[in-house]
Nanobody
Framework: VQLVESGGGLVQAGGSLRLSCAASGSIRTINSMGWYRQAPGKQRDMVATITTSGRTNYAESVKGRFSISRDNGKKTAYLQMNSLKPEDTAVYYC?????????WGQGTQVTVSS
């Protein structure tokens, strides 16, 4: 099983980015999918999660600005990030619950300049 993330980069404050996380390999089940982030010197924190049925959960700091979605047919999760702030700068990691195991992506850097 492999998770491939894409979409990170450098953006000015107020801008937008869209992250993607595609799962591939021998996959029977995909339960929840989520995005986490880790800034330098800080712990990894949950940003947003989405269940198989589409129920979402967001960190308070991103509510109203970020939106998580998934395409079950493509085995892909997305994170649409709008109104980005410098404090959103971090490495963003995708996490997928495959039922019997839990995988992390390699991470993608998001840098928001002021």
């Amino acid at each position: 099983v492999q998770l491939v993330e894409s979409g990170g980069g450098l953006v000015q404050a107020g801008g937008s980015l869209r992250l993607s996380c595609a799962a591939s390999g021998s996959i029977r089940t995909i339960n929840s999918m989520g995005w986490y982030r880790q800034a330098p010197g800080k712990q990894r924190d949950m940003v947003a999660t989405i269940t198989t049925s589409g129920r979402t959960n967001y960190a308070e700091s991103v509510k109203g600005r970020f939106s998580i979605s998934r395409d079950n047919g493509k085995k892909t999760a997305y994170l649409q990030m709008n109104s980005l702030k410098p404090e959103d700068t971090a490495v963003y990691y995708c996490n997928v619950d495959f039922g019997i195991s839990n995988y992390w992506g390699q991470g993608t850097q998001v840098t928001v300049s002021s």
